[in-house]
């Protein structure tokens, strides 16, 4: 059952627009590597799109039609989308549900340090990586320093061809003899993530050194850094209590190979499926079953927290709703959305020939192939996985193919080689039918991630085919 190349079937008019998605695409993954980056730029797309704050139709206590395009932020980094369909809403709503934070490394709340005229930042790496990826790489620092007054002052420094980037350091090769003896996970230890920052001391006068007490000249590195976060920012070393400052690669997300066929990109787990899902949303307009897009915090370090699939924001979103179209009540909610079905947007692990032994190849997806269904995922014996029922399966293949998508099914590597989970089984805790499918990656935690643009593609042709025909 090997599924075909889906570049050998497009036409021109459809390689038009793949390009244009995939221009879309790199450029949203560009300009937004954070949760609240990748957020408020679905806010601005929403509102584009006709879309209005669900916040506000509760203030006003507005009467919700067919028709009504809602939104609802959760903290500025998780975001729910309805577009409410003629369809009765206690007989279920179309789901599609994504995340928007990326592994990455989070400056701590005391990070700056000096050490022999030298300035890092310490930190804390969010989800799973291979630390030693992360070394000698251009690195940028975007986020939010919030003043104890409520001031939200937006970071974002290493992106524009003017800004100075950051790096983690490594040894030399000449003196890693002891380094080259250990195994990949010890190379690197955690707490050698410091982000060098800064390596130029301020010149202490002697009259200035009376008045700041820096007569003994120490941290004059620190100090210099300092004075530049509170020129440049307006902020000062306190105020990192209150930061939410994440380091990532630099730089934008580019063409990759001879033919432009792929994209190599930051964060890409899960943004292909947030970004393809977002897209395929706005793109609906009027809909006979109600759709929902969730774009979702917290899903690499387990879906928890407030911003997470584990909190009730998704559930107090969906009663509001009801509330608002005169289905209000608990059990008008329990029978929506044990009604629903959800595609679990999110990445899966691309067939690479240089790791086969990795994959077992009837059972993986491929690069160009289209988007990839995994029935189940979690570990070994399938542990965390939701494993979605064979009739929901079954429906899904005919709404794929009635659609025309190129589609095919996976599992997540070797059985007991290793595994991984999504927010599904989260979703599927509310007694909806729920199955993982999203875009085949490479290189998947690694700083800079690999897609295929037909895959990406697909992805948005398969969402868009669901909430129409599901």
Same mark, same amino acid.
């Given at each position: 059952m090997e599924r075909p190349n889906a570049w050998k079937s497009y036409s021109p008019e459809q390689l038009d627009e793949l390009h244009y998605l995939c221009e879309g695409y790199k450029a949203f993954i560009s300009d937004n590597k954070t949760e609240r980056e990748c957020c408020a730029a679905a806010v601005d797309m929403a509102r584009e799109a006709g879309y209005v704050s669900l916040e506000e139709a509760v203030a006003a206590d507005k009467k919700l039609e067919a028709g009504a395009?809602?939104?609802?932020?959760?903290?500025?980094?998780?975001?729910?989308?309805v577009n409410l369909g003629s369809d009765d809403l206690e007989a279920g709503v179309n789901i599609l549900g994504a995340h928007i934070?990326?592994?990455?490394?989070?400056?701590?709340?005391?990070?700056?340090?000096?050490?022999?005229?030298?300035v890092t930042l310490d930190t804390h790496y969010y989800?799973?990586?291979?630390?030693?990826?992360?070394?000698?790489?251009?690195?940028?620092?975007?986020?939010?320093?919030?003043?104890?007054?409520?001031?939200?002052?937006?970071?974002?420094?290493?992106?524009?061809?003017?800004?100075?980037?950051?790096?983690?350091?490594?040894?030399?090769?000449?003196?890693?003899?002891?380094?080259?003896?250990?195994?990949? /996970?010890?190379?690197?230890?955690?707490? @050698? +993530? $410091?982000?060098?920052?800064?390596? &130029?001391?301020? *010149?202490?006068?002697?009259? #200035?050194?009376?008045?700041?007490?820096?007569?003994?000249?120490?941290?004059?590195?620190?100090?210099?850094v300092l004075g530049i976060l509170k020129e440049q920012i307006g902020i000062d070393e306190e105020d990192l209590l209150s930061a939410e400052l994440e380091v990532v690669p630099a730089g934008a997300?580019?063409?990759?190979?001879?033919?432009?066929?792929?994209?190599?990109?930051?964060?890409?787990?899960?943004?292909?499926? /947030?970004?393809?899902?977002?897209?395929? @949303? +706005? $793109?609906?307009?009027?809909?006979? &079953?109600?759709? *929902?897009?969730?774009?979702? #915090?917290?899903?690499?370090?387990?879906?928890?927290?407030?911003?997470?699939?584990?909190?009730?924001?998704?559930?107090?979103?969906?009663?509001?709703?009801l509330a608002l179209a005169g289905k209000p009540g608990d059990l008008a909610l329990r029978r929506?959305?044990?009604?629903?079905?959800?595609?679990?947007?999110?990445?899966?692990?691309g067939f690479d020939p240089t790791f086969a032994?990795?994959?077992?190849?009837?059972?993986?997806?491929?690069?160009?192939?289209? +988007?990839?269904?995994?029935?189940?995922?979690?570990?070994?014996?399938?542990?965390?996985?939701?494993?979605?029922d064979a009739e929901y399966v079954a429906k899904v293949r005919r709404v794929m193919d009635e659609g025309g998508v190129n589609w095919q099914t996976a599992e997540l590597g070797r059985v007991d080689l290793g595994g991984g989970g999504t927010i599904a089984y989260i979703l599927a805790k509310y007694d909806m039918s729920v199955i993982d499918c999203g875009v085949p990656v490479l290189?998947?935690?690694?700083?800079?991630?690999?897609?295929?643009?037909?895959?990406?593609?697909e992805a948005y042709r398969g969402y868009r085919a669901f909430l129409q025909k599901a």
């Open positions: 395009k809602l939104y609802a932020v959760n903290r500025a980094k998780s975001l729910m989308l934070d990326s592994p990455r490394m989070d400056v701590k709340q005391n990070p700056m340090d000096e050490k022999n005229d030298l989800g799973g990586i291979k630390k030693y990826q992360w070394v000698t790489i251009p690195l940028a620092i975007h986020g939010v320093v919030v003043h104890k007054d409520g001031e939200v002052v937006k970071v974002n420094i290493g992106e524009d061809e003017a800004d100075p980037v950051f790096c983690v350091t490594d040894l030399l090769i000449h003196l890693a003899q002891e380094q080259m003896t250990k195994d990949a /996970a010890k190379v690197v230890d955690g707490e @050698m +993530l $410091d982000v060098l920052c800064g390596g &130029r001391p301020v *010149v202490v006068k002697d009259g #200035d050194a009376q008045k700041d007490g820096a007569a003994d000249e120490k941290d004059l590195v620190k100090k210099g997300a580019r063409d990759l190979g001879f033919d432009r066929s792929m994209i190599l990109g930051y964060g890409q787990d899960d943004r292909s499926c /947030a970004y393809t899902s977002l897209v395929a @949303m +706005l $793109d609906e307009k009027d809909v006979a &079953r109600t759709s *929902v897009t969730l774009l979702v #915090d917290k899903e690499e370090i387990g879906s928890v927290g407030a911003t997470g699939m584990t909190s009730r924001f998704f559930e107090n979103t969906m009663a509001e709703v929506c959305l044990a009604a629903s079905q959800m595609l679990s947007s999110d990445v899966s692990a032994s990795a994959f077992e190849a009837k059972n993986a997806s491929y690069l160009g192939r289209g +988007l990839t269904f995994n029935k189940f995922t979690g570990s070994r014996g399938k542990s965390g996985s939701n494993d979605a290189s998947m935690h690694a700083p800079w991630e690999t897609t295929s643009k037909a895959d990406i593609y």
